[in-house]
């Protein structure tokens, strides 16, 4: 009895633990394949699932920085829109001006501009109190309410901040929300500050009652080009910030693009690999179960 | 002369077919991991004379012998202890996977950036209410999924201890079995089948038991066993025919002690020991995501106090209690977070204080912890599965050792059976002989 015996059960155990770890592996693959991700638990892969939860929480945090960029970028259209209007406003102002500062027309006529000059003041002051789509005043900075108020004598003062605040649109960055009244609608000649509602306001009254409305036309002339340059240096600083939103979110749309990259390259499965690997353990499998069958037959039994 | 012969044919024909049944039994037992291989040894009978002067012998054919197993110590201990090994590292891969299960599922830190994406857009547009009530709710579901997971971990912990227990219980019961097969065998004649099986049943005692805990067996003469715990310097479970009793206590932290017979023990492998590892573990979880809530509660609520809220009241706080466990919602209304900071007006589009709360979360946050949390467990997991399928393999080897000594071969049994055979036919040839002999000395005239 020196000769080593061969337990039929072990040979049974063995058989069986071969088998059923190529097939667990195929189960992997297979799983692999028909998910197209390359693990299904942190413990897979630690670190390549640590990783992909990271690029996960970027990409939600990123995409909320991009919905902010896209409403910031809405509410700064809105306010281009008002500024480009109170520019034309201002030009048509100015034209009338000019009219009003021909000495020879009448009072008929200066009166008639006196009242085309109400109507463009008013209409100054609702653009001044215009909102964004969000219902948010445009130019008063970090006030929810409106950013000029009427006094009792007729003239208009700003009501908001100073600053407009800013927003974070992407990593790192955060953009001025806007650009308050003042930086609108406040100037300042030869030293002394003004405003487009006195200006025009102004205006009208002394073309109505002043005793030299040609000469007081005339002199607003100065007032009229600082209030456009304010108006058109507004309108330079939101369009630059409108830029500036459009090279971040391209930007964004490159990084979404790197991000689904290494996604694919940390957790996903390269297919080709995927399948080649189930090909090859599927023939080794079938190899095994064949060679199981062919020993496992192989019984002195059947001699007897 | 020839009844000699004929009681020679008789006793081989016997011996024979007691092979023959042995063989059987073998083959019978074949797929009974207990059965260890018999054998039957023989003996030759020779008689000697010693009535007269005659000191001539006579032989008397063969005696049936005692029934052996083929054992290996050796190979059982290292059978054993490569069991214990990877019952141990069974029991706390399969438990942690399943702790790992728990944790992913709770999505904590997937609903702590929801929390932090949802506070970016009220960024956006702190005045909306939509908003403010979008940024509230998903607070509540970052406090129920820190809940959730506490909650899964607890159950998961309770699982570990109700296995620990059923341990400790099974292996009390194998060591009182243990202590009447001692009994039995000392009891037992030798060489006889009821021995042989007494023998059987030790082994696979023990073999359960080591499945529990690592132990240490001393092989008394007779063939009963003393089992001690751990190695040979551990306390005592079985003596003789005495076993005394494990037991475990579970602390209020959730870990589980043990102790035999009033000395306090740790197991050093066995099922046992991979139930402690795990509950420590499993505790060490707890104040992780404990830490995690309390971040995320003292960031948010400080930040609350450093503003205003929509109607410009001071910010109250935002989360209540202190632990992962009791973590909850403190405002009633979207209306209470304080995106401005301390001193603006009401229905200010100051977004200075939530920005602050933003950074504060973002870096080395909740969020972060919550990442570490899952990444440190992942990666024990993950070295643990090496571990445990190195185990699996020194285990398998050691078992395949182990059964090539004891276990039947099927082949070698129908060789024998062919053997025995032919020996019983043989054996009956010779009785024939002995009676054409007689036939013969009675024909002679």
Not at chain 1, 261 to 269: D, I, T
Not at chain 2, 255 to 265: E, M, Q, R, W, Y
Not at chain 2, 328 to 346: D, K, N, R
Request: charged share 20%; proline share 2%.
């Amino acid at each position: 009895m020196s000769i080593v015996s061969n337990s039929t059960a072990a040979f049974y155990q063995r058989s069986l633990g071969q088998m059923s770890g190529l097939r667990s592996e195929l189960e992997r693959l297979q799983a692999q394949v028909a998910t197209g991700e390359r693990f299904d638990r942190s413990s897979d892969d630690p670190v390549a699932a640590s990783r992909l939860r990271a690029l996960a929480r970027a990409e939600r945090l990123d995409t909320v920085n991009g919905d902010n960029a896209d409403r910031l970028s809405r509410d700064l259209e809105a306010a281009s829109d008002q500024i480009t209007g109170v520019s034309n406003l201002l030009i048509r102002a100015r034209e009338i001006a000019i009219n009003a500062g021909n000495d020879a027309i009448g009072d008929e006529a200066r009166n008639a501009i006196a009242t085309e000059l109400e109507e463009l003041g008013e209409e100054l002051f609702n653009r001044a109190n215009s909102n964004a789509l969000s219902g948010e005043p445009l130019f008063a900075g970090e006030i929810g309410t409106s950013a000029y108020v009427r006094n009792p004598d007729g003239s208009a003062s700003y009501a908001g901040t100073a600053v407009s605040g800013s927003l974070t649109v992407a990593d790192g960055v955060s953009i001025e929300r806007g650009v308050t009244g003042p930086q609108v609608f406040e100037f300042a000649v030869g030293g002394t500050p003004g405003d487009a509602f006195a200006l025009i306001a102004d205006l009208a009254v002394a073309l109505r009652t002043g005793t030299d409305p040609g000469a007081a036309a005339r002199d607003t002339l100065a007032g009229f080009d600082a209030a456009l340059e304010s108006s058109n240096r507004s309108q330079t600083v939101v369009g630059a910030r409108l830029a500036w939103i459009d090279s971040l979110q391209q930007n964004q749309i490159d990084r979404e693009f790197l991000r689904a990259e290494e996604q694919a390259e940390v957790g996903g499965a390269d297919l080709t690999e995927s399948i080649a690997q189930l090909q090859q353990t599927l023939t080794v499998l079938e190899a095994s179960q064949a060679s199981f069958a062919r020993l496992s037959s192989l019984s002195l039994f059947n001699a007897l | 002369m020839s009844s000699v012969l004929i009681n020679i044919g008789q006793s081989g024909a016997a011996a024979a077919r007691a092979a023959l049944e042995l063989t059987s039994q073998n083959i019978a037992n074949a797929g009974n991991a207990d059965y260890t291989r018999r054998t039957l040894s023989q003996s030759e009978v020779v008689g000697t004379a010693t009535i007269g002067l005659f000191t001539n012998t006579a032989f008397s054919g063969v005696r049936i012998g005692s029934i052996n197993r083929s054992d290996s110590t050796f190979l059982q201990i290292g059978a054993r202890d490569a069991a214990s090994d990877l019952a141990r590292a069974d029991a706390e891969l399969t438990n942690l996977r399943r702790t790992e299960g728990a944790l992913e599922s709770a999505g904590v830190f997937e609903r702590i950036t929801d929390f932090e994406a949802a506070l970016g857009q009220l960024e956006g547009d702190p005045l909306d209410p939509s908003l403010r009530a979008a940024a509230l709710e998903s607070g509540r579901v970052a406090a129920d999924s820190l809940q959730l997971a506490s909650n899964a971990l607890t159950d998961a912990r309770q699982s570990v201890q109700v296995q620990a227990q059923a341990g400790v219980d099974a292996f009390n019961v194998e060591a009182i079995e243990l202590a009447q097969i001692n009994e039995a065998i000392f009891r037992a004649l030798p060489g006889t089948a009821g021995y042989a099986a007494l023998l059987d049943r030790r082994d696979a005692t023990l073999s359960d038991m080591a499945e529990q805990s690592g132990i240490a067996v001393e092989y008394l003469p007779n063939g009963g066993v003393n089992v001690r715990m751990g190695d040979a310097n551990g306390p005592v479970v079985v003596t003789g025919t005495a076993a005394y009793a494990l037991s475990g206590a579970i602390a209020a932290d959730g870990t589980i002690s043990f102790d035999l017979n009033g000395t306090a023990v740790v197991p050093a492998s066995g099922a046992l020991s991979g139930y402690s590892s795990t509950l420590i573990t499993q505790r060490d979880l707890q104040s992780d995501l404990d830490g995690i809530a309390a971040q995320l509660i003292s960031t948010v609520n400080s930040a609350q106090t450093n503003g205003v809220d929509r109607n410009g009241a001071a910010g109250q706080p935002f989360f209540s209690g202190s632990t992962a466990t009791d973590i909850g919602i403190a405002l009633a209304s979207g209306t209470g977070i304080a995106t401005a900071p301390a001193g603006s007006p009401a229905l200010s589009l100051d977004t200075g204080n939530i920005a602050a709360l933003r950074s504060a979360l973002g870096s080395n946050g909740p969020a972060d912890g919550a990442d570490a949390l899952l990444f440190g467990l992942s990666s024990r997991i993950s070295g643990q599965e090496v571990t445990r399928d190195a185990l699996a393999t020194i285990s398998q080897s050691a078992d395949s050792a182990l059964g090539a000594e004891t276990a039947v071969d099927l082949d070698q049994e129908a060789a024998n059976l062919v053997r025995y055979q032919q020996a019983f036919q043989a054996s009956s040839r010779i009785i024939q002989v002995a009676n054409d002999i007689f036939d013969t000395m009675l024909g002679i005239r």
